[in-house]
């Protein structure tokens, strides 16, 4: 039997999958620097709360950078250059994010990943992320990069069906899960925050969800797809 809070302090991995697994504090040394440029783009694009296409408000408060941000509304999920409540493009993607995402793929195996997209979702507690699959990119070749700062959470990784069995696993402030290839499509979420306080964000948690969703060069599918 696997145990899951072994390394809880000193780093190492956790397989979850073939191809997922938790680098444990992986983002530890650059934390602080995340939460300035968070702190940042925040103030060009607020935190908000978005409707699902099935009516209700996600409890989870997001924002993007990036050439690409992930945004739902009533008519569906979808990634734009451009941030519905600003009408400005995403903040930019920091350099330090960038590098961040692409050291965690290739520890996890994932050669040459370079997002296009960051979604950042703020919890607290209370909060949850229902189980899903991430489907909406165009390049599901690509893997999912996903950081995790401030309070714990839980989180769930499942099969290919919504009801296959899942694993629960705790997510600390500075673990980074990747998960790709074979086990790109697998159904996750985020069980409901319990109370907690973290020394840096109080009681919040950040998750950034780095991504690609482009197969195009994005310089392309903005100027030439406008
Ligand atoms: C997500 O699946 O988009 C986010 C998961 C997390 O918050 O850890
Ligand atoms: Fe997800």
Redesign the pocket.
């Known amino acids: 039997m696997i145990d899951l809070f072994e390394n809880e302090n000193t780093g190492g991995r956790e397989i979850l999958g073939p191809e997922a697994f938790i680098l444990k504090r992986f983002a530890l040394p650059v934390a602080n620097v995340l939460l300035a440029k968070i702190a940042l783009i925040q103030t060009l694009s607020p935190f908000r709360h978005m409707m699902t296409p099935g009516g209700f408000t996600m409890s989870v408060g997001l924002t993007n950078c990036g050439q690409l941000g992930w945004t739902s509304d009533r008519r569906g999920y979808k990634y734009s250059p451009i941030d519905p409540v600003t009408g400005n493009p995403w903040p930019a993607m920091p350099n330090e994010f960038l590098e961040l995402a692409k050291s965690a793929a290739s520890e996890a195996g994932f050669v040459n990943f370079v997002p296009d997209a960051c979604?950042i979702n703020r919890y607290i507690p209370g909060t949850k992320?229902s189980l899903?699959?991430?489907k909406d990119e165009q390049d599901l070749s690509a893997p999912?990069v996903?950081v995790s700062l401030g309070i714990p959470a839980v989180f769930q990784f499942g099969g290919f069906e919504r009801d296959a069995p899942k694993i629960k696993v705790p997510l600390f402030h500075g673990d980074v899960v990747v998960w790709g290839g074979a086990d790109r499509l697998r159904f996750?979420?985020v069980l409901p925050l319990k109370p907690n306080s973290h020394w840096l964000l109080g009681e919040q948690r950040i998750n950034l969800?780095f991504r690609k969703s482009s197969p195009l060069n994005s310089d392309f599918l903005i100027k030439g797809l406008g």
Do not use: E
């Open positions: 979604l992320l899903h699959q991430d999912i996903s996750h979420g969800t």
